[in-house]
C-alpha cells in the first residue's frame, strides 16, 4: 500500500508538471507534506537544499530521497520510476504523433497555459519557507540571512551550492 | 559496448557537471550528443527540445531517455537514464543520511535552520522567473487572469493542484484558439486545426 502512495504521489507531479523539473518541486511538497504527511515543510526545505548543493536533475535527486525515506530501497525505486516513466514513454511511443502536432497552436500553448499556476504553487512554497523560517529563528534573522542571500545569489552570481555551504557553515557557527 | 560506455560517460558527465536541475544540464547534454559524440546535429537536437518541452516531467531524464533510445535502442535508453539520474540519488542519500545522523547535534540544528530561508529566496526566485515566462508566454491579461484563476482555485478553495493544472491543460488542448485563426487566414491555408 505504501508503495502505492509513493507511486501515486510521484506520478502526479511528474504528468502535470510542465517546465522541468524544478516546476514539479511545488506540487512534489504538495504530495509529501500537505497530503501524505511524510515529512515537515522543515524537512522538505533540508532535502531541497541538499539536493541544490548537489549537480544533477532535482526532481529525481527528491523523488529517489524521499521514496528512500519512506518505502526504502524498493520505495526509491518506485519513486524513481514513477518520477521519469510517465513522460519518457510518451516521449518515446508518441514522437512520430508529437512530431506531427508539434506547430499545432494547441500543443504550442500547453506548456504556456500552466506557468501562473506553477507559478503561484512556487510563490506559495516560498512563502511557507519564510513562514517556517520566522517561526523557528524569529523575524529578523529570516529577514538578514535572506536578505544576504538575495545578494549574494543574484547580484554577485555566486554558485548556489556554494551560497547553501556558506549557509550551513553560517548556521552551525551563529544559529547554534 | 563502446557505444554503451560512450552513452553512459555523456550522460553522467552532463549530469555531475549540471547544477540547478535539469533544465540547466540540457546545454552540458547538447555538448556531449552534438559537439563530443555526433551522435545527433544541432537541428536533431532542438527538435527533440522542443518536443520534451511540449510533455510533462523532468526534462533531463526525457532527453536522456530519448536520445539513448534512438542512438542504442531500450538498453541505450537504459544506459542513458541511470547515468542521469543513479550517481546524483546515490549522492544525495549518502549527503542525507550522514547529516541525519547528527540530527540532535546543536550545531547541525542550527545548519538546518540557516538553510530554510535560503531555499526560500532560491523559490522566491524560480517563482519571478515562472512568472517572467508567464508574462512572455500569454501576456499581460491573460497571463494575469490565469494567474488570478489559479490563486483563487489553490489557495482560496483548496483544490488540488494535479486537478487545477490538469484542468489547465485540458483547456489548452480543447478550446478554440482565435488568434491562430487570424494567423492561419493571413497566411491562406488551413490545416485543419
Known amino acids: 500500500m505504501i508503495y502505492l502512495h509513493i507511486f501515486l504521489a510521484f506520478l502526479i507531479p511528474g504528468i502535470v508538471g510542465y517546465g522541468g523539473g524544478p516546476a514539479t518541486i511545488p506540487l512534489i511538497e504538495h504530495e509529501v507534506v500537505t497530503h501524505y504527511g511524510w ?102 534573522e529570516t529577514f538578514f540571512i535572506g536578505i544576504l542571500t538575495l545578494f549574494i545569489l543574484e547580484k554577485w552570481k555566486v554558485h548556489p551550492a556554494f551560497v547553501i555551504v556558506g549557509g550551513l557553515v553560517f548556521g552551525a557557527i551563529f544559529l547554534a | 559496448m563502446k557505444l554503451y560506455i560512450n552513452i553512459f560517460i555523456a550522460f553522467f558527465r552532463s549530469g555531475m557537471l549540471g547544477f540547478g536541475g535539469g533544465p540547466s544540464t540540457i546545454p552540458l547534454v547538447h555538448k556531449e550528443v552534438v559537439g563530443t559524440f555526433k551522435w545527433m546535429n544541432d537541428e536533431e537536437f532542438s527538435d527533440v527540445l522542443a518536443l520534451g518541452n511540449t510533455l510533462p516531467g523532468p526534462i533531463a531524464t526525457k532527453m536522456a531517455g530519448y536520445i539513448g533510445y534512438r542512438i542504442a535502442g531500450i538498453l541505450g535508453l537504459l544506459v542513458a537514464m541511470f547515468a542521469t539520474v543513479l550517481p546524483t540519488v546515490l549522492l544525495m542519500l549518502a549527503l542525507l543520511t550522514s547529516f541525519n545522523q547528527f540530527k540532535d547535534n546543536p550545531n547541525v540544528q542550527g545548519m538546518t535552520h540557516a538553510v530554510v530561508p535560503i531555499v526560500g529566496v532560491m523559490m522566491g526566485v524560480l517563482t519571478w522567473s515562472f512568472l517572467k515566462k508567464a508574462k512572455e508566454g500569454l501576456g499581460w491579461i491573460n497571463g494575469g487572469i490565469l494567474l488570478i484563476v489559479s490563486f483563487l482555485c489553490i489557495i482560496v478553495l483548496q483544490l488540488h493542484p494535479g486537478i487545477v493544472i490538469g484542468v489547465l491543460l485540458v483547456g489548452a488542448l480543447v478550446l478554440p484558439d482565435k488568434k491562430k485563426k487570424i494567423e492561419v487566414h493571413v497566411e491562406g491555408k488551413s490545416e485543419g486545426l
Open chain 1, 39 to 140: 515529512m515537515t515543510t522543515s524537512q522538505f526545505s533540508e532535502v531541497l537544499a541538499l539536493g541544490n548543493s548537489l549537480p544533477g536533475p532535482i526532481a529525481t535527486k527528491m523523488a529517489g530521497y524521499i521514496g528512500f525515506e519512506v518505502g526504502g530501497v524498493f520505495g526509491a525505486i518506485v519513486a524513481l520510476f514513477a518520477t521519469v516513466a510517465p513522460s519518457l514513454l510518451l516521449m518515446v511511443l508518441l514522437l512520430s504523433l508529437i512530431y506531427r502536432y508539434k506547430d499545432s497552436p494547441r500543443v504550442k500553448r500547453l506548456s504556456k497555459v500552466v506557468l501562473p499556476a506553477v507559478a503561484i504553487l512556487m510563490g506559495t512554497l516560498t512563502f511557507d519557507f519564510f513562514y517556517e523560517s520566522y517561526s523557528s529563528i524569529g523575524l529578523w
